[in-house]
């Protein structure tokens, strides 16, 4: 007995990649781009995030940082390629980084993706954003010598 043949029509508000990911049917990557050159102009500017770009990415390499960033979160969310990097290695690197500055990338993130996307593509923006800062919090925790047994999902929303 053979399967069937998956369907190549996707439902209506969403379409199939080229790589087989059903999507919101305003995803992408022009979107993507949006988002991503929204929230490093906002992030850049933040009080408490701002310093921490500004020590680890020099204001000549932002152009190409930005478009490393857009190809991660392409291949994130579109599956395409084009994105190579090892991200983790980079924030494991810098000094400081705590619980309170991905809650507040999260919190911009967000804002971000809801400007640019509809509800939808914004959820899952905010869906892998998170999964990112809770293995980007794991990751340090372990790098530290800390217990990661213990470390809860970061509670970043307004009354969570």
Known sequence: MTAPEPSRSAP??????RSGRLVPAD?????????????????????LLGPIFDGAIPAEDWPRHLATIEAFWSALLLGTTGYDGRPMPKHLALPGLEDRHFARWLELF?????????????ALFVDRAERIAQSFRLGLAFHRGQDTASLAPLAWRPGV
Request: glycine share 8%; net charge positive; proline share 5%.
């Open 12 to 17: 209506a508000g969403r379409r199939l990649t």
């Open 27 to 47: 995803l992408d990557a022009e979107r993507i781009g949006l988002v991503v050159r929204d929230f490093y102009g906002t992030a850049r500017l933040d009080p």
């Open 110 to 122: 967000a804002a971000a993706s809801a400007r640019h996307c509809s509800p939808e593509a914004a």
